[in-house]
Each structure stands twice: as C-alpha cells, then as structure tokens.
C-alpha cells in the first residue's frame, strides 16, 4: 500500500461506515498495491469488485475505523481467495501414490522433488521413491540423484536415451513390486511453453494416473506465472501448485494469480534451496505479504497506543524524501521499539521476509542490546549524531566512556547503522518504511 493510502485511511477517521464513496480511492489503492505486487490484472479487478461487495454498508467494529477496517476486509479477503486453512498431499489412493511435478525450466521441480521426498519421509513416514522424466539434460537426472540420496529416499535410474514415457512406467512397475507408498515424478524442464514439451507431459500423466499433479511456480515469475498456470491447466488436471523462491524478495502476489488460474490449491511454499526449505502454504501470512504488511491491524492496535506517531511520520517523511538516515533516527527506532512491546512480539507481526534470520534467543539479547545502543548514542554529540563520518578514534574512545562500554561495541553500533541506513535507503519502495508510513496515517 501506498502513503497515498495512509492519507485516505486517515481521512475515513469518524465515519462510521463504509460507503460507495469514502471507499472508491482507497480501493484504487489497494488495486495499486496488488499490481505492485504482480497480481495479474483480471485477477486483481475480480478481487477489487469482491472486495468492494463485501465492504460496503459494513458496520465498522469497536475502535477500528472504516479505513482500518477495510484493510481488514482486503487482507481476510486475499487469504480466502488464496486458500482456506491448510491443503495437504492428498495420498489416499491404493500404493503407491504417484506425484507428478510440471513446471517451467528452473521454476524448482528438481528441488521440490527432494524436498517433498524429505517431507514424505520424515513428516508422513512414507517409503519414497524418485524418478527422473528429463531425457534432455543428463545433468537433470544427476541432480534428482543427488537431492534423493541427500534426503535419503529412493532413486530409480533412468538415462536420456530413454522416452520419459517409458521411464515412468518402469518405475511405477519397480515401486508396485517393492512396496513404494509414493512415488515422485520429476519432469522435463520448459523454457517457455512449448507443444512438444506439453504433449510429452500429458502422455506422462497418462502412463501413471498420478492423484497429485502439481505445478510448480517461481514466486519471482511475477506476472508470467498467470501465463504458466493457464498453458500447465490446459494441459492437465493439476491438483496443487507449489510456490517456490519465496524466500526472495518478490512480495509473491503470483500466488493469488495462480491459485484463481490454476483453480488448484497452494500447497506448499519454497523457502530456501535446502532440503529443508520447504513449508506448507500459509494463506493468511502470505496475505500480508503480498500487501507488504504483516498482521496490519493486530499491529494498528499495537502501535497506536505505543508508539509516538509523530516521530514515525518524521522519519517516513524524510526517507521517503531521500535524505540521509541519520544516528537521530536510529535512535528513534529503538526507542520505538522498545515502546512497541518489545521486539519479540513485534517480530511477529512484521511480514515473514524482514524476520527470515531472526531466531527466538536473538530476539532476547536484542531487546537488553538496545539499552546499551541507546546509552551508545546518548553519549554523542548532535553535532555526531548527524554527522557518523565525524565519529573517528578519538571521538569513539569519548563516547565509549560515556557510555561505560568498550570503544568495539561503539564501533559494532556505527556498523549496524550503516547497515541500517544501507537497508533504508533499499526499502524505500516497501517494507518497512512503508508500513510506518501507514501506520502514521492510521493514528
Ligand atoms: P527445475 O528446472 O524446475 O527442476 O528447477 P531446479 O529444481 O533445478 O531449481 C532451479 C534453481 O532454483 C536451483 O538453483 C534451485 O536451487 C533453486 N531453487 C528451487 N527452489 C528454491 C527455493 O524455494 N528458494 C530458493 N532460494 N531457490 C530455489
Ligand atoms: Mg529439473
């Protein structure tokens, strides 16, 4: 969302209800923010009309005004449209269970194969094996190999003077007679969609009636995976899609475009290249995602009766301005930080891309580590807190004594405002900075 969208949100205050008119320019809004996000455009003009059904004439509840309010709505209403609780691998079929993977060259089939074989054995106790369809890059065959023997499942041999056809039948044959409970087929990758390529799947889908079809997607696709999903559901019945690479910084708004597209539910999520990274889809964290907020009304609530409005305004305001990110304003973050409830509960809210890193005991040490950072800056000048490039030896031994710490931890805080500053200036299209603004907007 946009600041334009804080101003709006800030102008419904005191109406009580939402209406055709107070809420036309905030749709406009939220529509901007989902192409922002790379929401395909039928999709998101669909998602806009419903959203509006739903919005309007709605009493708005307790605290929340209309603009809060329909924040809410869009959010509840995104993770309804991309899937209602959580859909699992559907298995209950005579052994063994057959999963066929389709997707674009490089959207993460290989991958996902081990990950799901990890998944399969680990979580749902599964004898697994796999088996390569890619006849065309020998070296396509070895990286199932290697990922299937790195999960410990296992790997049924195939070579590329063979047709993929044939292959899968063969290892459907070898899982009936070894007591497989799954079977994975990885497939041929498609640079782009291809008539060959599409019938060479359909045949494949033939030879082993697999009860999971699913195609995976690469979140960074943007807006090309509507495209994706339309050519891969002509082709064939997909059960459940896979949404990989979310662990970059797409705000992932293919999902919505696949899961109406494809009309098949979101299973999983991709969330490193590690045979770990694999997670089942959360619809309603992902919501927030793709509107560049996390819990946003949770959060609203939190924040109005904490944190200093003002000085938040301040701060979007100048960095949406492009000025410099001073020690001044590193200040005010901590602080603010600190009258948020502390960083933990914070960390929560924020949308799941800004807290990948954070494990649970960092946020402990954080939180008695902004005391000493507050003490750190305090001990300088105005002058140095504008100015960082002046704080050299002499200074840091000053401001360290000031502080009571040593002149390292002076050093280790100038270097993590010049990260900060460095991750400022990136997020000056979303994030962060943006929600601030926002939330400025909704005091
Ligand atoms: P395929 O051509 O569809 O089989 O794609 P691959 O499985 O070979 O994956 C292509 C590239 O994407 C590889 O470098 C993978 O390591 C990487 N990759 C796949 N899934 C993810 C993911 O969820 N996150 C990240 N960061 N990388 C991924
Ligand atoms: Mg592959």
Known sequence: ?????????????????????????MLREVRMALLE?????????????????KAMGQEVLGSLKPGQALVGIVNRELAATMGEGISDLNLSVQ?????????????????T??????????????????????????????????VTQQVGAEWFPSSPDQKPVDIARAALDYARRHYIDVLLVDTAGRLAIDEA???????????????????????????????????????????????????????????????????????????????????????????????GMGDIVALVEQVTSGVDMEAAQKLAAKVKKGDTFDLNDFLGQLQQMKQMGGLSSLMDKLPTQITANAKPGDLDRAEKDIKRKEGIICSMTPQERKKPDLIKATRK??????????????????KEFEQMQEMMKKMKGGGLMKMMRRMGGMK
């Open 37 to 53: 996000a790379d929401v395909a455009l039928p999709v998101v003009k669909d998602f806009i009309a419903r959203v509006k059904d």
């Open 197 to 291: 390529l599409m019938a060479e799947i359909k045949a494949l889908h033939g030879a082993v009636s697999p009860v999971e079809t699913l195609l995976v997607v690469d979140a960074m696709q943007g807006q090309d995976a509507a495209n994706t999903a339309k050519a891969f559901k002509e082709a064939l019945p997909l059960t459940g899609v896979v949404l990989t690479k979310l662990d970059g910084d797409s705000r992932g708004g293919a999902a919505l475009s696949v899961r109406k597209i494809a009309d098949a539910p979101i299973k999983f999520a991709g969330i490193s290249e590690k045979m770990d990274g694999l997670e089942q889809f959360d619809a309603e964290r992902h919501a927030g995602r793709i509107l």
């Open 1 to 25: 969302l946009t600041d334009k969208l804080s101003r709006l949100v800030k102008n419904l205050s005191g109406q009580a209800r939402i209406t055709e008119s107070n809420v036309q320019d």
């Open 95 to 111: 052994p063994p269970a057959v999963i066929l993977m389709a997707g674009l060259q490089g959207a993460g089939k290989t991958t």
């Open 397 to 414: 031994r000053r401001i360290a004594a000031g502080a009571g710490v040593q002149v390292q931890e002076v050093n280790r805080l100038l």
């Open 113 to 146: 194969t081990g990950k799901l074989a990890k998944y399969l054995i680990e979580k749902r106790k599964k004898k697994v094996l796999t088996v390569s369809g890619d006849v065309y890059r020998p070296a396509a065959i070895e990286q199932l190999k290697t």
